[in-house]
């Protein structure tokens, strides 16, 4: 199924290396998830033994560099990753995905001592990381969160609420977005990140129940008087918060924009599949013009939201501006999602409906990716501004 696949063009620069890898975490995932996600999704279970397998595959470090003991991938090369492991199951490469944006948000804006602290653990997924910006009453608005941190000798003191913070649960710990000056003007120069390690009064006051993305940890929580020694500020100085988010959000929109591509063609596979074997009216319904339509609609959405992400990501990799790029990848990957898992419902008829197929998982699991990591109507306002400010006349 060569159009379907998403191994670079043979003049690409990734490395055999990094490309045997990409083999071996498919190879791994056939074997060992696909067989439980099932089980793990109805059941909404944490699914603690192929996060073991993944922590022993490396792949809590697959970002990381290699001087703190990570594998230390190009952003395109875990894009693959993440595009393989969600064309399973998109679940458990969001483990990996948020804590690999707080990793990175530690590797590219912390004190050294963050670094040395920090990065070795979160390879190995010792230390396992999530990132806590969300608030009840602030998601897109992120400079209306409300949670404060106050300086007190050698701690800032923490009070607030976060919601729908994902591997807060069973992970260790959080980028936390707090206000250090809830006064300044503009808001965004109060706004500062905490690497904020579990203790008393980091309080995860529940796991929420969810349509999709299930047996995952997505939980509220609550900050009553937490302490974080000073030397957590992210970066050492306060009101950086804002712009260190937002300086993440091109490698988080690269990981979304990978995972909707990844439900995209898992949908793709399982429908073409379908197709060929489900027979109406004498013959397969593939040779249905109908079918045949949506078929071509899905390829080409899987096909064209892969060359925008890999077109983002190897500008991230070369160091180079991406944010128009890593929107669009996000917004086609996470749309492509999207209309494939829909697309395979109504290729699939009744059966779709059944837990006995994985199109139903796929169906629950894709409306995220537009929601996450920027939703889609921010992020074409994005795309727009962008655009013209680019190409201003
Ligand atoms: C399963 C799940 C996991 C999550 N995991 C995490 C996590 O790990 N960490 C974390 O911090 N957050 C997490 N989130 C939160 C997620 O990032 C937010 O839900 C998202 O940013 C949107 O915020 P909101 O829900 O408050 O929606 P709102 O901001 O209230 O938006 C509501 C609607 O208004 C639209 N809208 C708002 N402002 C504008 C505007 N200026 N222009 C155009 N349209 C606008 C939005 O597009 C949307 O359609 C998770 C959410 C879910 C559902």
């Not at 807060?168 to 503009?186: E, N, R, W």
Request: proline letters at 3%; charged letters at 25%; a negative charge.
């Amino acid at each position: 199924m060569d159009a379907v696949t998403t191994r670079p063009a043979p003049d690409t620069p990734d490395s055999s290396d990094q490309q045997a890898f990409v083999d071996a975490v498919e190879a791994w995932a056939e074997k060992e998830l696909r067989p439980v996600a099932r089980k793990y999704d109805l059941a909404d279970e944490y699914p603690h033994d192929i996060v073991e397998q993944m922590k022993e595959l490396g792949l809590f470090g697959a970002t990381i560099g290699e001087e703190y003991g990570g594998l230390g991938l190009s952003s395109w090369t875990y894009a693959q990753i993440v595009i393989k492991l969600s064309s399973i199951w998109m679940a458990p490469s969001g483990i990996v995905n948020s804590h690999l944006i707080m990793a990175s948000a530690i590797e590219r804006a912390g004190t050294e001592e963050q670094k040395a602290k920090y990065l070795p653990r979160m390879a190995t997924g010792e230390f396992r990381g999530s990132i806590g910006l969300t608030e009840p009453n602030a998601g897109s608005d992120l400079q209306a969160i409300r949670t404060v941190a106050k300086l007190d000798g050698d701690d800032y003191v923490v009070n607030g609420n976060k919601t729908w913070i994902t591997n807060s649960m069973h992970g260790h710990g959080t980028l936390l977005l707090v206000k250090t000056d809830p006064a300044a003007q503009p808001r965004h120069k109060g706004m500062s990140l905490l690497i904020a390690e579990k203790a008393r009064g980091f309080n995860v006051v529940g796991k929420l129940k969810k349509m999709g993305y299930r047996s995952i940890d997505t939980c509220e929580l609550n900050f009553e008087d937490y302490r974080v020694p000073k030397a957590n500020l992210l970066g050492g100085v306060e009101g950086k918060g804002f712009i260190q988010t937002a300086g993440g959000l091109e490698l988080g929109r690269i990981n979304v924009a990978s995972r909707g591509a990844g439900i995209a063609e898992g949908a793709l596979k399982h429908s073409l599949r379908y197709a060929q074997e489900r027979s109406a009216f004498g013959k397969p319904i593939w040779q249905h013009q109908a079918i045949q339509m949506k078929l071509a609609d899905m390829v080409t959405q899987v096909e064209g939201a892969k060359r925008l992400i890999e077109q983002a990501a190897r500008k991230f990799d070369a160091g180079e501006r991406c944010d128009l790029e890593a929107a669009m990848a996000k917004l086609a990957g996470s749309e492509a999602g999207a209309f494939c898992a829909q697309e395979a419902m109504r290729i699939f008829g009744g059966y779709s409906y059944s837990v006995e197929y994985e199109i139903e998982r796929f169906y629950r699991d894709a409306m995220l990716m537009c929601i996450g990591e920027g939703t889609n109507e921010i992020l074409r306002t994005v795309i727009a501004k962008q655009l013209v400010e680019r190409y201003r006349v």
